[in-house]
């Protein structure tokens, strides 16, 4: 390796992986009591299992733009990790704080109790002591990584990483409030669920994205830069007001309907961007990189996180729209799609990149690796217009004509079949992925000493 400390990413894409192994066979598990809704649900009820799916998704996606962070910086900045051992205690406080996560929710244990037991709001239902834990790794996370870039070289990528990665942390701040208001603790819950995946991770994305396209179009840095200040720009300016689509139905003023039709319906744009940003660079691009899947990885992140950000979370932004669709299928469509192409495929893109050299190996298995993605993306694909179908049956029978909610659930059985069978699509295809990424070709040998990253 060209920087030691990089080795420390190996750790963090490897908890990772094995986290996105159990989230996608817990969503799988999920899909499945859909169809069959007595599976399981004396001994782990479907809430249970959802809670399951949509932490350790939230969980692996941090941990990979931990490592994808550990990674790049010390190329960037020129310089070792300030402090490997502090990287490696986060690392265990992360673990330590899932294994709680996991046993909590799986026992139901502490049931009542506001610090031991789980949290009853979606998406942050973590004990306390878990999210006090949460904020202690990225406090020294922040210091490792801040440290590092101010006794190093400054560039864009770690200026616009740095404010993406202090975004998470400062915003997640709002998750240890519980205010008694239902009105107050909504909008405060936003500011976490909505500026995370709509705001800061969308910097976070576009650092890595920038960095992946340097190393393997060997475009000018300026260039480079210049794109990325521009879609940083339309994410912060878009994504923060656009945090009024969720105030629609909540008891908030009704300006919010219009703040957040306009912005939200602007969100497509830092997407758009990012397509561009990608193509051009490879189209611009002064050599050929060794690794294809990696490319493939970062075009398809651009272009599934527009389709599935942008034009589906368009589908149902303007609040005319959402007062109809709010809460059906459609919100699920948008949702897998959006997660999958911005930071699925992100972080599967940085790891395909990362990997070879963290283990000292030419790139390797590119043609399976290349299969999953196809694989995934297809039943992504599937699943996404299975469920906005569903979703416009069910927002017609449901809104409009006024069926009641389990009658209309009963008549999308079919798609609930289709989207099962999209599940395990998606699920080969992760394993597929798993397997290229860390089984070495039949014959292949370890390279001796470290193997710089190709320029």
């Known amino acids: 390796m060209k920087y030691q ?7 963090y894409f490897a908890v990772a992986m094995a986290l996105f192994a159990i989230q996608v066979t817990g969503g799988l598990i999920a899909g499945y009591v859909y169809v069959f809704p007595n599976t399981l649900s004396e001994l782990v009820p479907f809430n249970i299992i959802r809670m ?8 692996w996606l941090l941990l990979g733009f931990f ?8 190329e960037e900045a020129e310089r070792e990790i300030e402090s490997p051992a502090l990287a490696y205690l986060q690392l265990a406080i992360f673990v330590l704080g899932t294994l709680g996560v996991v046993v909590t929710y799986l026992f139901d244990l502490f049931n009542g109790n506001p610090f031991l037991g789980k949290d009853g709001r979606e998406f942050l239902e973590q004990p306390y002591w878990v999210k006090l834990g949460i904020v202690v790794a990225a406090l020294i996370f922040l210091y490792n990584i801040t440290m590092t870039v101010l006794k190093g070289r400054k560039t864009a990528i770690t200026n616009v990483l740095l404010l993406g ?10 998750s240890l409030y519980n205010p008694k208001n239902l009105v107050l603790d909504k909008m405060f819950w936003w500011y976490v669920v909505h500026i995370w995946v709509e705001g800061v991770w969308e910097l976070v994305m576009a650092s890595i994205l920038a960095y992946l396209m340097l190393k393997m179009t060997g475009v000018d840095r300026e260039v480079v830069e210049k794109w990325l200040y521009a879609i940083v720009a339309l994410s912060l300016f878009t994504g923060l007001l656009g945090t009024g689509h969720h105030y629609y139905w909540i008891g908030t003023p009704g300006y919010w309907q219009w703040i957040g039709s306009i912005f939200s319906s602007l969100e497509i744009l830092p997407f758009f961007a990012m397509v561009l940003f990608t193509f051009a660079m490879v189209w611009k691009r002064k050599r050929e990189h060794p690794n294809n899947a990696a490319l493939l990885w970062s075009l398809g992140c651009a272009v599934l996180a527009f389709f599935g950000a942008g034009v589906w979370g368009f589908l149902h932004t303007l609040h005319f729209v959402n007062y109809y669709t709010h809460g059906t299928q459609v919100t699920p469509a948008h949702g897998h799609l959006a997660f999958f192409g911005a930071y699925v495929s992100l972080n599967l893109a940085i790891i395909t990149y990362a990997m070879p050299h963290l283990r000292g190996r030419e790139p390797y298995n590119q043609v399976l690796n290349m299969i999953s993605f196809w694989v ?22 449901q809104r409009v004509k006024g069926e009641g909610f389990m009658d209309v659930q009963d008549q999308l059985a079919l798609f609930y079949q289709m989207r099962l069978l999209s599940g395990v699509i998606v ?4 394993f597929i992925y798993l397997y290229a990424v860390l089984v070495p070709r039949s014959g292949e040998m370890i390279a001796k000493s470290g193997v710089a990253p190709a320029e």
């Open 376 to 397: 995934m993306s297809a039943g992504m694909a599937f699943m996404t217009f299975t469920l906005t179908f569903a979703g416009v049956v069910q927002t017609h029978l």
């Open 427 to 430: 699920v080969i295809g992760a």
């Open 5 to 11: 400390t990089q080795k420390i990413a190996f750790a």
């Open 52 to 59: 399951l799916h949509t932490n350790s998704l939230v969980v």
């Open 165 to 174: 990665l202090w975004g998470i942390a400062i915003f997640f701040l709002f």
């Open 67 to 74: 490592g994808a962070a550990y990674y790049l910086v010390p």
